[in-house]
């Protein structure tokens, strides 16, 4: 299940995630990991694998663009580690925000405080998304950020994996 966001409608997810384990299926919720309460946790008894989101690593950025604090996905994680889920954790590489060392730095700690974490994926920054905005008459916050090259991803990726997965 992916979104928007499944965990907003996690009594719907459960049932749907019921039924897929009674019919043996393989079950993955990708999330941004922001709400964690009873209805999540009775969602995450049947969930195989969670494609977690980390979108930045410092509260100031978390709070600015996601209007959260960095403490409620890592929260949700260190419950996903306790309940030994499978994660995938996942970051989008936004140039001049989150494509530093000191990202990768405290990605590759979160990595190690969690063994849950089954493999990382850094993605590179689109902006698919600018038409939505465009179309609500919003500014969109990124539209003068360049997109990050593949080569881009792939060093920051290479030194996540020299510090962890």
Avoid: W
């Avoid at 043996?24 to 946790?41: A, E, F, Q, R, Y």
């Avoid at 979108?55 to 996903?80: H, I, Q």
């Amino acid at each position: 299940l992916s979104g928007g966001e499944p965990l907003m409608q996690a009594e719907f997810a459960t049932e749907f995630f019921k039924e897929c384990k009674r019919r043996n299926l393989h079950t993955c919720l990708d999330t941004s990991g922001v709400i964690l309460n009873d209805n999540v946790k009775e969602l995450l008894k049947y969930t195989d694998l969670v494609l977690l989101d980390i979108k930045y690593t410092n509260d100031e950025d978390y709070k600015r663009f996601v209007g959260c604090s960095v403490s409620a996905p890592l929260e949700f994680l260190d419950y996903l580690n306790k309940q030994n889920v499978p994660v995938v954790l996942r970051q989008v590489i936004i140039p001049t925000l989150n494509d530093n060392d000191e990202n990768i730095s405290k990605l590759s700690e979160i990595i190690k405080r969690h063994p849950n974490i089954k493999k990382t994926e850094l993605l590179a920054f689109k902006k698919l998304c600018q038409v939505k905005y465009d179309n609500l008459n919003i500014e969109f916050p990124f539209k003068d950020l360049p997109v990050p090259s593949t080569a881009e991803i792939q060093k920051l990726q290479e030194k996540l994996q020299l510090n962890g997965k």
